[in-house]
């Protein structure tokens, strides 16, 4: 987890490393949390991607509130996310 300022663009980024179980388990979350695209667009950006087990998640925004609204409402969902795998269980190939 990291917050920094780009210095090409002086927007503030927020970077998030989720891991999980199974490379399976990240590419569920991946699924289940890209839908949610973020209202302000121009103003903050979202981008998700999986490299083996683990949910990366990079924000870059203008203001530090539009941040930390974005962020806390996608650790919301995240939690949610793996409750529901963890009360389901692992996921299973059909």
């Known amino acids: 987890m990291a917050t920094e300022t780009n210095q090409?663009?002086?927007k503030l980024e927020f970077i998030l490393?989720?891991?999980f179980p199974?490379?399976?388990e990240a590419t569920v979350a991946l699924r289940s949390l890209s839908p949610d695209r973020?209202?302000?667009r121009g103003v903050i950006s979202k981008r998700l991607s999986v490299s083996?087990?683990?949910l990366s998640v990079r924000w870059s925004a203008d203001e530090?509130?539009?941040l930390r609204v974005s962020v806390n409402s996608f650790l919301d969902h995240l939690s949610l996310?793996?409750?529901t795998m963890e009360l389901f269980g692992p996921p299973v190939d059909l």
């Open 8 to 10: 090409e663009t002086g």
């Open 17 to 19: 490393d989720v891991p």
């Open 22 to 24: 199974s490379s399976r």
């Open 38 to 40: 973020e209202p302000r």
């Open 52 to 54: 083996g087990s683990t």
């Open 64 to 66: 530090a509130r539009i």
């Open 81 to 83: 996310v793996v409750e």
